[in-house]
């Protein structure tokens, strides 16, 4: 019986170790103005994604809302070699404002699921200054801001929030300075 009551107490903390260690829900914001959202962001932060591996510094994010309901994205940075840029579209997913696929494959391939991408706008500014982007998986988490630099305080609540949700925020590129 001792032994019984130890698997118990042991199975017990197992099922409750993944609710502690993400104690903030990851998902989008209950509502997102995409108009407001609008306007270019400076990346502050990232985790490690493939597609930015030659970014060292200087990424902002233009988003415009075209006629059809879709935002139009222009990513710029700057690389070893020189600025580089990559053009790209969102739309929203699921009727959710805060939940946005994005693709910056070419247009024809818009039909292949793997074009597109989660976008999950997972906190935001009242007032628009600032955004923590993630996805569903924790895979991609991006800090951006109006503002080419964060004030430190900020942007270490935003990551201790970002830990909260189940991110790997020890795993963060900064990408612009602190304040």
Known sequence: MHV????LIVATLACTWPVAAASLPNQPVPSLNLHRYAGQWH??????????R????????????????????????????????????AR??????AALEVRFAPAWLTWLPMAWADYWVIEVDTDYQWAVIGSPGRKHLWILSRRPAMDRALFLQLKEHSRQR?????????TAPLE
């Open 54 to 89: 030659n970014c060292l510094g200087a990424v902002i994010a233009t988003y415009t809302p075209n006629s059809d309901g879709t935002v139009h994205i222009h990513n710029t940075c700057r690389t070893g070699k020189g600025p580089m840029s990559v053009e790209g579209v």
């Open 166 to 174: 189940g991110y790997a925020v020890d795993r963060l590129i900064m």
């Open 4 to 7: 019984f009551c130890r698997l």
């Open 43 to 52: 990346e502050i932060a990232r985790l490690p994604m493939y597609f930015e």
């Open 92 to 97: 929203m997913k699921d009727n959710q404002p």
